[in-house]
């Protein structure tokens, strides 16, 4: 139902830009910034995240995440961005809008990760209300939905924080750290209020 898209999968991905942060699609010169983030957040992010793949952080791997998330922008099945201080210019985090479902759903699935040095600062608090706005104004979604751990209290206020609502409790919805695990469903509609 192309007719429900704002953007044709031939247009360029816009920067994004936030409180004190730039938002851009990842490119493969990106790899070795990503990669030691990445390393040296992994005791940070591993509770959080599906188990690595032993070879996550090869330049290989890489090329591949890069190449399917140009595949995904292409079928407007996802968006993939990385989040940068705009201030210092140096990665923070990455944020993903994934299983884009359009037609009578007009909907999408929210992901994002932190570095550890970067937590708690307002980095991802302000790049998921850029991705909001963006996602309602251009790319025409109706809802967004997003997942965290119960117990991950930190994403959880960031979720409300951002004008996300719960909607209810899934169990065993994600394998997380290697088991599934229950989550709390949050969304937000095109036309809540935005913080």
């Given at each position: 139902m192309a007719f429900l898209r704002a953007t044709s999968y031939l247009d360029?991905?816009?920067?994004?830009?936030?409180r004190g942060v730039r938002l851009r699609v990842p490119t493969l010169n990106d790899h070795e910034e990503w990669a030691t983030l990445r390393e040296e957040s992994r005791a940070f992010l591993s509770p959080w995240e599906p188990v690595w793949p032993p070879d996550d952080l090869t330049?290989?791997?890489?090329?591949?995440?890069?190449?399917?998330y140009m595949r995904d922008m292409r079928s407007d099945t996802g968006y993939a961005y990385f989040v940068f201080c705009a201030e210092a210019g140096q990665l923070v985090g990455g944020?993903?809008?994934?299983?884009?479902?359009r037609g009578v759903a007009q909907t999408a699935s929210l992901g994002y990760w932190v570095g550890a040095p970067y937590a708690r600062q307002g980095y991802m608090s302000a790049a998921v209300a850029a991705v909001v706005?963006?996602?309602?104004?251009?790319?025409r979604l109706h809802r967004i939905e997003a997942a965290c751990l119960p117990v991950?209290?930190?994403?959880?206020?960031?979720l409300k924080r951002?004008?996300?609502?719960?909607?209810?409790?899934?169990?065993r919805y994600l394998?997380?750290?290697?088991?599934?695990q229950d989550h709390l469903l949050f969304a937000i509609l095109e036309n809540?209020?935005?913080?």
């Amino acid at each position: 139902m192309a007719f429900l898209r704002a953007t044709s999968y031939l247009d360029p991905q816009p920067e994004l830009r936030g409180r004190g942060v730039r938002l851009r699609v990842p490119t493969l010169n990106d790899h070795e910034e990503w990669a030691t983030l990445r390393e040296e957040s992994r005791a940070f992010l591993s509770p959080w995240e599906p188990v690595w793949p032993p070879d996550d952080l090869t330049r290989s791997a890489f090329r591949q995440r890069v190449k399917r998330y140009m595949r995904d922008m292409r079928s407007d099945t996802g968006y993939a961005y990385f989040v940068f201080c705009a201030e210092a210019g140096q990665l923070v985090g990455g944020l993903t809008l994934s299983n884009v479902r359009r037609g009578v759903a007009q909907t999408a699935s929210l992901g994002y990760w932190v570095g550890a040095p970067y937590a708690r600062q307002g980095y991802m608090s302000a790049a998921v209300a850029a991705v909001v706005s963006y996602a309602f104004d251009h790319l025409r979604l109706h809802r967004i939905e997003a997942a965290c751990l119960p117990v991950n209290e930190p994403s959880i206020r960031l979720l409300k924080r951002c004008g996300f609502g719960e909607e209810g409790y899934a169990r065993r919805y994600l394998k997380i750290a290697g088991s599934w695990q229950d989550h709390l469903l949050f969304a937000i509609l095109e036309n809540d209020p935005r913080p």
